[in-house]
Structures are given as structure tokens and as C-alpha cells.
């Protein structure tokens, strides 16, 4: 495999970099569940406030009103005032599902950001009729017997929970033909009716505005917080640098002047034999491979000095036994074997 030509320097900071930008990714994944969490946690509370007070008014039957505004009522009574006995009063009352719609109508109009009505895929009252995500809600939860459904749209948080008939509801959603006389009256015989008791109802429907989640991330940073940030990595290339790299570089100039004979001494002071430190092991290494290769070189340089010395003796013994005791095919004693005095006689050719 190829090796890398750029420094770990570099390497070191594109590999903060890819951290920086997964961790990033990591945070914003992270964030964006705890935000969708944090909506559903909004919504589940409204649901749980709007059935306490729906089961409120269901423990006292209905509540009765003096305020009619809106024609919103389904019986009417009028009482007086021992005090006041010409004066009557006039009395409307609100079963559970009459006062949740106009308590959401009241929700509505406040400057609370979470709202919410309740729908039915039968609804008795033509006003609560579900719009496109409550329809698609109502369908999921009756068909895989869900209990809840949320989905985002157009900026806003939808939250579906079911709602079923109890006991008490039938009396009203059950036979129109048991059904109180003042709620035919009002409604009718033909919607809203039909249900037994555990059936889905319909649903409580919760919308919250959201906010685009790279602002909500962009306010949890400041000033402070990027600066920590890049402290961080100026603190982390420092370390890189000061720890790892300059000693590696050291080293490695200690390697090459090893490699060629040169003396490079290697500082091991401080550094413990059994040290858990890499780098520091790698010293050690280093130096233990400096003394054994100038070991080496030095029994090399001593076994070349006496080879060296040994042949020259070798060559001053041989040219002293070549001057005791020349021979007739030694250049030295030629002239002599040819016809100098002492030396073998010619033949005679006369013959």
C-alpha cells in the first residue's frame, strides 16, 4: 500500500477536522431528537390537561353557565333569587365535549403557542370536523390501533393522541334514541352517534409552532463557546507537536547519523526501564540499537586492523623467503642460471 507523503502534522489536523465535523453531525442529530422529544413531552401535557378537565365536567354531569355567548349551550334553565325574586337568572349548560371545544376556542385566542381542538371521524357537531393531518391520524390509529400519531407540517408540530368512549359517553354517542332530548335537539339524529364504550372516540389534535433547528442550535453557541473550541484544538496541536512529533523528528536524525557511523548520543535520563510510554519506549530501543551497532562497528574496525596487520606481515615474511632461497624461475637469479660463472654449461652444437 502507498504511503502517505504529507506530514502527521497535517494528517493529525484533517483528522480533527473529520472529528469536528461528525461530532457536529453526532450534536445536531442529538439535539434535533431531544427537540422532538421535548415537542411531543409539550403536547402530551396539553392532551393530559384537556382530559383532566373534560373528566371534571363528565364527574359533575355538565356545568352550568350564566354566560351565553355564542349560543353555545345544549339545555337552559332559569332559577331566582329569594333576594332578588323578580329578577331570574338564566342558566346554560355544557356537557364534557361543549366545554373542551370552547375551551380550545378560548386556548385559540391566547398568546399560548400550543393549541388544540378535538375531532372524531363522527363528529356530532359539524364545527369539529377534522382538517387533512387529523384525517390521516384518525385513519392510522383506528386501523393499527395506534394511540398516538405526530408529524411535522408546514413549520408546526401535529400531535394526534385517541380518545375512547367511557360509560358515561355513551349516553350521548350511543342510540340517538336514548340520546338526551336537548342534545337531538341541537345536533340531530344523523352524526355522532353510533359508538359503544371502548371504542376510539376520536382525537385530541395539538399543533405547536416549531423553530428551524439550525437557529435553535446557532443560540446555544456564542462567542465563548467557539472560543473554547478552538482553544481546544490549539491545545491539542500543541500537544501533538511538543509530544509526539518533535521527539519523533530528534530520532529520527539520531537513526540516520546511527545509520552511517556517526556518534548521535541519545538522552535516556529519567526514562524508566519498564516506562509505559511508547515514545519513551522507543528511546530506549533506539539506544540499546546505538551501543549494539557501534559495538559492532568497533569489532569490525578491530578485526580489519588485524587482518590488516596480518598480511602485511604476511607479505614482508614471503619477500624475505624469496630473498633467503631464490629460485632458477625467480627473475633475481636468471642471468646467472644462463652463463655466469657456476651456472649450467651450454651444449655444444659442433657435433
Given at each position: 500500500?502507498?504511503?502517505?507523503?504529507?506530514?502527521?502534522?497535517?494528517?493529525?489536523?484533517?483528522?480533527?477536522?473529520?472529528?469536528?465535523?461528525?461530532?457536529?453531525?453526532?450534536?445536531?442529530?442529538?439535539?434535533?431528537?431531544?427537540?422532538?422529544?421535548?415537542?411531543?413531552?409539550?403536547?402530551?401535557?396539553?392532551?393530559?390537561?384537556?382530559?383532566?378537565?373534560?373528566?371534571?365536567?363528565?364527574?359533575?354531569?355538565?356545568?352550568?353557565?350564566?354566560?351565553n355567548s355564542g349560543n353555545s349551550y345544549l339545555g337552559e334553565?332559569?332559577?331566582?333569587?329569594?333576594?332578588?325574586?323578580?329578577?331570574?337568572?338564566?342558566?346554560?349548560?355544557?356537557?364534557?365535549?361543549?366545554?373542551?371545544?370552547?375551551?380550545?376556542?378560548?386556548?385559540?385566542?391566547?398568546?399560548?403557542?400550543?393549541?388544540?381542538?378535538?375531532?372524531?371521524h363522527n363528529v356530532m357537531n359539524p364545527v369539529n370536523k377534522?382538517?387533512?393531518?387529523?384525517?390521516?391520524?384518525?385513519?392510522?390509529?383506528?386501523?393499527?390501533?395506534?394511540?398516538?400519531?405526530?408529524?411535522?407540517?408546514?413549520?408546526?408540530?401535529?400531535?394526534?393522541?385517541?380518545?375512547?368512549?367511557?360509560?358515561?359517553?355513551?349516553?350521548?354517542?350511543?342510540?340517538?334514541?336514548?340520546?338526551?332530548?336537548?342534545?337531538?335537539?341541537?345536533?340531530?339524529?344523523?352524526?355522532?352517534?353510533?359508538?359503544?364504550?371502548?371504542?376510539?372516540?376520536?382525537?385530541i389534535s395539538v399543533r405547536i409552532p416549531t423553530h428551524s433547528?439550525?437557529?435553535?442550535?446557532?443560540?446555544?453557541?456564542?462567542?465563548?463557546?467557539?472560543?473554547?473550541?478552538?482553544?481546544?484544538?490549539?491545545?491539542?496541536?500543541?500537544?501533538?507537536?511538543?509530544?509526539?512529533?518533535?521527539?519523533?523528528?530528534?530520532?529520527?536524525?539520531?537513526?540516520?547519523?546511527?545509520?552511517?557511523?556517526?556518534?548521535?548520543?541519545?538522552?535516556?535520563?529519567?526514562?524508566?526501564?519498564?516506562?509505559?510510554?511508547?515514545?519513551?519506549?522507543?528511546?530506549?530501543?533506539?539506544?540499546?540499537?546505538?551501543?549494539?551497532?557501534?559495538?559492532?562497528?568497533?569489532?569490525?574496525?578491530?578485526?580489519?586492523?588485524?587482518?590488516?596487520?596480518?598480511?602485511?606481515?604476511?607479505?614482508?615474511?614471503?619477500?624475505?623467503?624469496?630473498?633467503?632461497?631464490?629460485?632458477?624461475?625467480?627473475?633475481?637469479?636468471?642471468?646467472?642460471?644462463?652463463?655466469?660463472?657456476?651456472?649450467?654449461?651450454?651444449?655444444?652444437?659442433?657435433?
Amino acid at each position: 500500500m502507498k504511503r502517505s507523503r504529507v506530514s502527521i502534522s497535517a494528517q493529525f489536523m484533517l483528522l480533527v477536522l473529520v472529528i469536528l465535523g461528525m461530532n457536529g453531525a453526532a450534536y445536531f442529530l442529538i439535539l434535533k431528537n431531544v427537540y422532538q422529544q421535548e415537542l411531543k413531552a409539550q403536547a402530551q401535557t396539553v392532551v393530559a390537561n384537556v382530559e383532566a378537565f373534560g373528566a371534571w365536567v363528565a364527574q359533575h354531569g355538565r356545568v352550568w353557565v350564566k354566560d351565553n355567548s355564542g349560543n353555545s349551550y345544549l339545555g337552559e334553565m332559569t332559577v331566582t333569587s329569594a333576594a332578588k325574586p323578580d329578577e331570574p337568572i338564566h342558566f346554560y349548560s355544557k356537557n364534557p365535549a361543549l366545554a373542551q371545544r370552547e375551551f380550545s376556542e378560548a386556548v385559540a385566542q391566547s398568546t399560548s403557542p400550543a393549541k388544540f381542538r378535538m375531532t372524531s371521524h363522527n363528529v356530532m357537531n359539524p364545527v369539529n370536523k377534522p382538517d387533512t393531518f387529523e384525517q390521516t391520524a384518525l385513519a392510522i390509529i383506528r386501523t393499527n390501533n395506534q394511540k398516538e400519531y405526530a408529524e411535522f407540517v408546514q413549520g408546526e408540530y401535529r400531535y394526534a393522541q385517541a380518545v375512547f368512549h367511557k360509560a358515561a359517553c355513551i349516553s350521548c354517542h350511543g342510540d340517538p334514541a336514548k340520546a338526551p332530548a336537548d342534545v337531538i335537539n341541537r345536533y340531530g339524529k344523523e352524526n355522532g352517534f353510533g359508538f359503544k364504550e371502548g371504542d376510539v372516540a376520536g382525537v385530541i389534535s395539538v399543533r405547536i409552532p416549531t423553530h428551524s433547528l439550525s437557529a435553535n442550535l446557532m443560540s446555544f453557541i456564542g462567542p465563548l463557546e467557539v472560543g473554547l473550541v478552538v482553544l481546544s484544538l490549539v491545545f491539542a496541536f500543541w500537544f501533538i507537536r511538543s509530544q509526539l512529533i518533535s521527539p519523533i523528528k530528534k530520532l529520527t536524525v539520531s537513526a540516520q547519523d546511527i545509520s552511517t557511523g556517526q556518534d548521535s548520543p541519545i538522552n535516556t535520563d529519567g526514562i524508566a526501564l519498564n516506562t509505559r510510554n511508547e515514545l519513551d519506549q522507543l528511546v530506549l530501543a533506539l539506544s540499546r540499537m546505538r551501543n549494539s551497532t557501534y559495538l559492532a562497528i568497533k569489532k569490525m574496525r578491530e578485526a580489519r586492523a588485524e587482518a590488516s596487520e596480518t598480511l602485511v606481515k604476511a607479505k614482508a615474511a614471503v619477500a624475505k623467503a624469496r630473498a633467503d632461497h631464490p629460485t632458477p624461475t625467480d627473475p633475481a637469479t636468471k642471468t646467472v642460471a644462463m652463463g655466469k660463472p657456476g651456472g649450467p654449461k651450454k651444449p655444444d652444437k659442433s657435433h
